[in-house]
């Protein structure tokens, strides 16, 4: 982990106050005061470091966007200044240090990250004119940027025991699995119309094995981050991530008055998702069928996002050919009003820093499936977005058009650099001709091993070259147990070996 570059501020504004009757305690939200200001009723005294508790921090903006953590607390009487240290805690046997230093006031900052343990020290320094001496100890605090989680024990079904004590809220909510735990998932896993973060340990990932009729849904906002998944003995019949089955009537587009082009104007007989869907940072072993889809009924995806990921798939193709790796094609197109409506899509995809593998052969299935071209059927324009960065994508799929039915005007802007596309087919099919792209032919490559290279693919949207991987490497499951999941991915071809998956390169 890198430690992070940071300023504080040092010095603060003194208030200039006279007389005992002008004397009072900071708040947590105010700022502090120099030692002739309050000291006076203190001296010949060793004092104490002050109370840390969660209303001391905030978030503040800094003037080139960024975000810092701000700590206010009380001022000690007779103090001559605070001894501080902040520490980046996901791994708790080895702290990193963020920042560190005195202050004569009463706050100091350290920038803030996404979904990370901190842990703040303030300590108490003494004051020689009065005779007073540095507090014993430092006061510490656990600090948190994640949003409060239940913990499901080690050892549980996961299906079981969200369904037991999930709560209906408008509030996002979290549960969180323990480092390096192991559970089990043998039913659907419902999280409605509830915003919700299901996450593990950001170190130990804990390993969830699903069973064969394992599966998340969801109708709303769905943050998956720090796990491993184990989809060997489930069926293939259900996406790893599926939308709700039985959406709750607040999902449908007339409900969030989301309008479609192509419908006048008026919201189209369909379920809307204007949340993201995001995958951060696990693993998933032996995909047997979809990760994502929309599952039974029609849905407009505004915003699915896969970051920091392996996504390994043993995905022949013998359960369904209508299945694809990430599919807005329902099975039964079913719409809010309880008929059918057959024009769902994804309007926002980005994948990023991810290998996404398949370990077997197939000629039946897309890789990326829409039920149609115009996004404007479902939403109030036409345009979407795909981005595609630093990826490297093996065998999926080495016998099937790479994409189906996915947009082909030039509202849809790709972007697209710096992925290795290994024994993949004509992902011509997904990048439109008529769409907006922004791209660099020799950041990305292709290499055929079943089919020689698509034409378009090599001479439009990739450099052929073969990335020099051992070809058994690429037909491994992964192993939880071994480190990079027991597999080697690295690429050797003059273009490749700086491209794809960072993982590898390292």
Known sequence: MKKLHFFTYSKMCVLALTGASALFLASCAK??????????????????????????????????????????????????????????VDDPENPVELVNGVVDGVYFTFPKAEDTRYMVKVKTLGNTKLNNTDAPDATSFSYSTMIDAKVIPDGSDIAAYISANMTDSEEEQAFELEADGHYTCNGAVDFMGNKMTLRGNKVSHPVVTFGADGVIHTSAQLK?????????????KKGVIEMSPNPPATASAEAQNVTA????????????????ILVDDCAFKDVKGSFFTVGDCSWGIADLRIQNCVIQLDFDGSVSSNYALLSAYSNKYTAPSGGQFWYGC????????????????????????????????????????????????????????FADRTPNQNKYVITFDN????????????????????????????????????????????TEEDPGFDLAETKKSLDFTKENFGINLTPTGAISSKIGDPRWLK
């Open 31 to 88: 700022d502090g005061f120099t030692d002739e200001t309050f000291s006076s009723s203190v001296t010949n005294s060793t004092l104490e470091s002050p109370e840390l508790t969660k209303d001391c921090f905030s978030t503040q903006v800094n003037s080139d966007g960024s975000e810092s953590i701000r700590v206010t607390w009380k001022a000690v009487m007779g103090a001559g200044g605070y001894e501080y240290q902040a520490y980046n």
């Open 224 to 236: 998956v981050k720090w796990i491993n998944f184990d989809c060997s003995e489930a069926s293939g």
């Open 261 to 276: 082009g192509k419908n006048s104007g008026k919201p189209a007989d369909v379920y809307v998702l204007m949340d993201p």
């Open 346 to 401: 994804i309007k926002g995809m980005t994948i990023r820093n991810t290998t996404i593998m398949n370990i077997a052969s197939n000629s039946k299935n897309f890789t990326i499936r829409f039920n149609n071209k115009d996004v404007d059927r479902v939403f109030p324009t036409a345009d979407g977005t795909v981005t595609w960065m630093d990826n490297t994508f093996i065998r999926i799929m080495d016998g099937k058009n």
């Open 419 to 462: 992925n290795i596309f290994y024994d993949t087919w004509r992902i011509q099919k997904f990048i439109q001709g008529n769409c907006t792209v922004n791209w660099h032919q020799n950041q990305n490559t292709t290499w055929g091993v079943v089919s020689t290279v698509d034409g378009t693919d090599k001479g439009k949207w990739a």
